[in-house]
């Protein structure tokens, strides 16, 4: 599977595909099995812009995929699909891209009802939350001169709590130091953080 963020892709434009990171697995990957786009008039729609991309080999373990609703108020934020395999197991898999700084909060608010609706409406066996959070909830993931987005980290813990979720890198590497996110400050300072996490429920976790 491939969570993609910040594709900046527009209604009516069309879909990439491949993205431009898979090129050289082109025949792998065909057309996201979902995406969402935000409008060109929202203030954020330059960041935003989700997908999800199946690899022939997970469409062939998961015959069954089900695109889900967008989240309301949010598009181009968050998308999401349910797997099912020839077995009957589910396995909810969504991307995400947390907006920055103060509208983190709310975006959380919306996405832990919106998830616990999906839980309530469907049988979900597994789950599989991966992408930008924007924020960190474990001080081990960022250096110690930087406390990035704590704005929203309570809203998140609150998701990965009644979901179960285990951070997957966190689970298999318990006391590694790893950064997806760097920025140097104005004094010449390198500050880092792991922005970018997947999450899952401990069925999950450790097979991926």
């Known amino acids: 599977m491939l969570l993609v963020q910040e594709t900046w892709w527009r209604p009516g434009e069309g879909v990439i595909t491949p993205p431009a990171s898979v090129a050289p697995v082109a025949l792998e990957w065909h057309d996201p099995i979902t995406h969402s786009s935000a409008p060109l008039t929202a203030a954020a729609a330059v960041h935003a812009g989700v997908a999800i991309y199946a690899s022939r080999r997970a469409r062939a373990l998961f015959p069954t995929i089900v695109p889900l609703p967008e989240l309301d108020d949010w598009p181009g934020f968050f998308c999401a699909a349910l797997l099912t395999d020839s077995g009957g197991l589910t396995t909810a898999v969504a991307s995400i891209y947390a907006p920055e700084r103060v509208e983190r909060a709310r975006y959380f ?16 066996d597994r789950w599989i939350i991966g992408g930008d959070w924007n924020v960190v909830l ?8 930087l406390r990035h987005g704590e704005n929203g980290a309570a809203g998140l813990h609150a ?9 997957v ?22 500050r880092q953080s792991r922005l970018d996490r997947i999450y899952a429920t401990h069925v999950g976790a450790a097979s991926i």
Request: glycine share 4%; charged share 25%.
């Open 159 to 167: 998701i990965v709590d009644a979901l179960g979720l285990r951070d």
């Open 109 to 124: 608010d919306a996405l832990s009802s919106h998830l616990q609706g999906v839980a309530t409406r469907h049988t979900v």
């Open 138 to 145: 474990d001080a081990q993931d960022r250096t110690s001169s």
């Open 169 to 190: 890198f966190r689970t298999l590497h318990p006391d590694e130091r790893e950064y997806t996110h760097s920025h140097t400050n104005s004094n010449s300072q390198l």
